[in-house]
């Protein structure tokens, strides 16, 4: 079928099918002089999207989806709808703080609130800014569960360390580029790339089959003097010193793989993972 048939089918305005075209969700043939033609399998996908697009789910949750089973649909669901139930309990704070409710009242819905943000939303809230972006933002995927009773330890010694560690000195010009690179940096983004980190240490021979060509155009890139030479690749080596500086991967690591399991089952894949990757390069 073509695009207006399937724009009327599925109810999409014609940039947001091209965009999830970019995103490599529908593969529609292409004829000779240009033309598309879409089919009932598109056209599945396609209202798919719509539908989960509806009820609230970002681009990542959706590729995640439908790149998944349904287990993994019945989990982001279960999770979405968490998030909606967070929001109303925010919401019923605010309203009695607008209604001049006493402190004391506020204060304990407060309490029954933060034991069941996640770990990251707590990271997020104790390290606004590219700080904590650029030092925990990696491990998001391990840390959207309530923390647990016995992994309080490991999390508080993890807060202090990071409160304790010096200034991370940046130029006034970093500072900027930082900001305008980040600012637009959505938590759906770094899901993404964190989920595919995820999908590389569980099945390596199948991810590196479908993403050698793109890692090896990486890691020219990263050897060009473009990348040598730009504002990136400065932070970047800057971050790493600063890292190793203060024994980031010695204290906190450890950490982290205590208050978090499923980050500990991903640094052992990841090691193993790891050793593969040496071995073919």
Same mark, same amino acid.
């Given at each position: ?6 724009? &009327?089918?599925?109810? /999409? ?6 965009? $999830? ?7 529609? &043939?292409?004829?000779?002089?240009? $033309? ?30 439908? !790149?998944?089973?349904? !287990? ?87 807060? &202090? $360390? /990071? ?58 890139? &990263? ?42 089952? $991903?640094? !052992? ?13």
């Amino acid at each position: 079928m073509l695009r207006n048939e399937i724009q &009327k089918l599925s109810g /999409l305005t014609r940039k947001a099918i091209e965009y $999830y075209e970019e995103r490599g969700l529908i593969n529609p &043939k292409k004829s000779e002089n240009g $033309y598309r033609d879409y089919s009932e399998k598109d056209l599945q996908i396609l209202t798919k999207i719509s539908l989960y697009r509806k009820v609230g789910l970002n681009i990542a949750e959706i590729e995640n989806v439908l !790149n998944s089973d349904l !287990n993994t649909l019945s989990a982001t669901l279960r999770k979405k709808q968490y998030e909606l139930e967070i929001q109303e309990k925010r919401k019923d704070i605010l309203e009695l703080i607008v209604k001049g409710e006493e402190d004391n009242i506020i204060q304990e819905k407060l309490a029954i609130l933060e034991n069941e943000e996640t770990i990251y939303e707590k990271l997020e809230r104790a390290f606004p800014g590219y700080f904590g972006m650029m030092i925990f933002s990696a491990y998001q995927p391990f840390l959207n569960e309530p923390l647990s009773e016995d992994s309080k330890s490991a999390y508080i010694k993890y807060v &202090k $360390y /990071l409160d304790n560690l010096p200034q991370f000195e940046l130029s006034e010009e970093e500072q900027k580029y930082i900001e305008k690179n980040t600012s637009d940096i959505k938590l759906a983004d770094l899901k993404g790339v964190s989920d595919a980190k995820i999908k590389a240490v569980e099945n390596f021979e199948k991810w590196w089959a479908e993403n050698k060509d793109f890692v090896e155009k990486y890691e020219e890139f &990263k050897r060009s003097d473009e990348y040598s030479n730009s504002l990136m690749k400065q932070i970047q080596d800057k971050l790493q010193k600063y890292i190793q500086e203060n024994n980031y991967y010695d204290i906190a690591i450890p950490l982290i793989r205590k208050f978090s399991k499923g980050y500990d089952d $991903y640094y !052992n894949k990841l090691t193993s993972t790891n050793e593969k990757y040496m071995k073919i390069q």
